[in-house]
């Protein structure tokens, strides 16, 4: 069935773009006849029918705001059989042929939850964790890349000025997508993800001492948050080395901001592709985007994927950083 009226929500840690989708799925949305209800505060709107009718003119320069204008939320009724009735419910009291759910994870296996009660979706991947394995690329990530590249190029800085060892938390919840590209990019001297594990003497002892030998004292340390305790590995480099680290968590500034050109542009290709999947009938998808064509897959598929670290981006980290 083709979708007339579509319900769109952002769910989960929010990540920049999410509002270029918002505009992007209205906008095709009407031009092909079918009208828009945003659903504000993911699924606790679903729950509670918090919702607004979405014209072209409610999302006249969406492109360059950062968050989302929708709202979002983790919401822990939506987890029981209960919240997820009232959900469907709410679907059918307010003529919502299908949903789009745009988010993580998370919010794809609410919409998978609720096609079990009836409600078609299609989901748009979109966090700054880059951790969805059915596409290359989630909505967020290049923008939180750079915002945090400019956090620690600015660091570096001063680090470099005091001859200090600094150590950068980067988000990525248990993924390190993130650190491994802004190690890359900031040229960083170790880099520490979870799903590698890491040996303290060769991996940092070891190359601090390299670094002394070779007439320099600054080190760069990146730490996904997945990867340890980075208060503990601070208090470990200061036991064996004698150095005096400093610790910067970058935590949520790196999911605010403008979108960049390729957050943008993507949310644009994803939402139009979103809402043509809904009007050929084709419902429990995510779009995906592999070596940078559109394609979908079945949600319940997709979430059955695991994600591993990009192993070609991994060693070009770890030779680079090897000083
Ligand atoms: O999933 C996005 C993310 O920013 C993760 O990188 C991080 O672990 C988490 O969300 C933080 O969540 P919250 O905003 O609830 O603190």
Do not use: W
């Not at 790196?254 to 592709?273: L, S």
């Amino acid at each position: 069935m083709t979708a007339k009226r579509i319900g769109l929500l952002t769910s989960g840690g929010d990540a920049p773009g999410m509002n270029a989708v918002v505009r992007a799925v209205v906008r095709t949305a009407r031009a092909s006849g079918a009208e828009v209800l945003g659903i504000r505060r993911g699924y606790n709107g679903l729950i509670n029918g918090d919702v607004v009718e979405l014209g072209s003119n409610d999302v006249r320069g969406l492109n360059s705001r950062g968050g989302t204008i929708l709202f979002t939320a983790r919401c822990a009724e939506f987890q029981t059989e209960e919240g997820q009735q009232r959900a469907a419910q709410t679907c059918k009291y307010l003529g919502i042929d299908a949903l789009i759910c745009v988010g993580g994870d998370g919010t794809f296996r609410g919409a998978l939850d609720l096609s079990k009660h009836g409600v078609p979706s299609v989901g748009i991947p979109a966090t700054i964790d880059n951790d969805i394995a059915c596409t290359n690329y989630t909505i967020g990530f290049d923008t939180a890349c750079n915002t945090a590249i400019e956090a620690i190029d600015r660091l570096r800085d001063t680090m470099h000025s005091h001859e200090r060892c600094s150590l950068v938390e980067v988000m990525g919840r248990k993924a390190g997508h993130l650190a491994v590209y802004v190690g890359i990019a900031v040229g960083a001297n170790a880099i520490l993800v979870p799903e590698r594990p890491y040996d303290f003497q060769t991996d940092i002892a070891d190359k601090i001492r390299r670094t002394r030998i070779q007439g320099r004292s600054h080190f760069d340390v990146i730490v996904a948050e997945g990867a340890g305790n980075i208060h503990e590995i601070a208090g470990q480099i200061k036991e064996e080395t004698g150095l005096d680290p400093r610790v910067t968590i970058l935590g949520h500034i790196q999911r605010g901001g403008a979108p960049g050109a390729r957050d943008r542009v993507t949310a644009a290709r994803m939402g139009r592709h979103a809402v043509e999947l809904l009007a050929q009938g084709r419902h429990n998808r995510v779009v995906c985007l592999c070596d940078g064509q559109l394609k979908d897959m079945d949600i319940g598929e997709a979430l059955k994927m695991k994600k591993d670290l990009q192993e070609t981006m991994y060693e070009t980290a770890r030779i680079l950083s090897s000083g």
